[in-house]
């Protein structure tokens, strides 16, 4: 594979070239299926949510306001990807300009660190909630949920690939720019970048763990000095969305991460590559359902606002 515009001060590739998911070139347009079906789901129902949110004064709380941001960080999230994907599954369009590589390193490295964040605020604001309900919109004004949603915004490590030469191709396995993927192609010392991932990931997950447990272990104890059933019922009930969205997203995380690292040769590159897809398009697919079948707020929101569309079309009409 031909490396374009390199020199002796700088060996930068002027394209990738995304191979997709190698050894199955042959299936690549039966894989594309699911992803394609997941994607639509994931962006009509993430935008349905903004909309709805926005729309609806019911919903105009902290609560909600994060959902809607978790709702933005997802479709933004898979949109980054999965529309690129498809284009290599389907017509065979494998090159992504060096910088265009970037872009999308950083907005997918960005993002998923935010919605762990989100995740965490929503956890915090499950705490306020319930172990402070006479003080909540006194704690969670809306400059405060602001501040801290604006606080979820990360700077990834890409400056950390661009600073690299790049002497080994610029072939890439896998269906995005993944860091260490494209890492892997330098001539350069890599070290730096393995230990920044690590320790990133690290810290922000572990970070945004601790205090999602930390929530947890409180309104657990909360909701079991309660003295009547049904209001211990009532308070969990509302954490089991939360919940969900948390094993949806921690689970692939966490399985991509581990298997990616000390997987080692036991787990063939393919199912890496595909499990890191599963992991960036599950939760943006499921969330939506996860909260629209659970949260009676939001299905009473969704079908106030389709008799209300439907009255408006009548009226019309």
């Known amino acids: 594979i031909t490396m374009h515009g390199a020199n ?36 009509v ?9 926005s729309h609806e004064e019911p919903l105009h709380r902290p ?14 999230g898979c949109t980054s990807f999965v529309p690129n994907m498809l284009c290599i599954f389907w017509f065979s369009l494998k090159e992504i300009d060096f910088n265009a590589c970037l872009v999308q390193m950083f907005f997918i490295h960005m993002l998923t660190g935010m919605e762990s964040g989100v995740l965490m605020l929503m956890a915090l604001d499950s ?38 030469p790049y002497c080994k191709g610029n072939l890439i396995h896998h269906t995005y720019c993944d860091h260490m993927s494209v890492a892997k192609l330098s001539c350069g010392n890599v070290k730096i970048n393995a230990i920044y991932g690590l ?14 447990s930390l929530s947890y272990i409180m309104i657990i104890r909360a909701v079991l000095n309660l003295s009547s059933a049904d209001a211990r019922h009532k308070a969990f009930s509302t954490c089991t969305s939360h919940i969900c969205a948390i094993v949806i997203t921690y689970v ?14 036991t787990i063939p590159h393919h199912i890496h590559i595909f499990i890191a897809g599963l992991y960036l ?24 606002l389709f008799f209300r569309e439907k009255d408006i079309l009548a009226v019309r009409i």
């Open 63 to 76: 609560m909600y306001y994060f959902l809607a941001l978790l709702s933005f960080t997802d479709v933004s």
């Open 199 to 212: 320790i990133a990931a690290i810290l922000i997950g572990g970070f945004d763990m601790f205090c999602i």
């Open 45 to 53: 129902g993430n935008c349905g949510l903004i909309y709805l949110i």
């Open 252 to 265: 692939p995380a966490f399985f991509n991460f581990f298997t990616h690292r000390f997987g080692g040769g």
């Open 127 to 164: 705490y306020v909630a319930i172990c402070y309900p006479l003080r909540y919109s006194t704690i969670l004004t809306h400059t405060v949920t602001i501040k801290v949603g604006l606080a979820t915004f990360m700077i990834p490590f890409t400056l950390l690939i661009k600073r690299l």
């Open 8 to 43: 002796t001060s700088s060996m930068t590739p002027k394209y990738f070239i995304l191979n997709g998911i190698p050894g199955l070139e042959a299936a690549h347009i039966w894989i594309s299926l699911p992803f394609c079906f997941m994607y639509i789901i994931a962006v």
């Open 281 to 304: 398009l599950l939760p943006p697919t499921l969330n939506p359902v996860v909260y629209g079948v659970k949260t009676k707020q939001i299905r009473e929101g969704v079908i106030k």
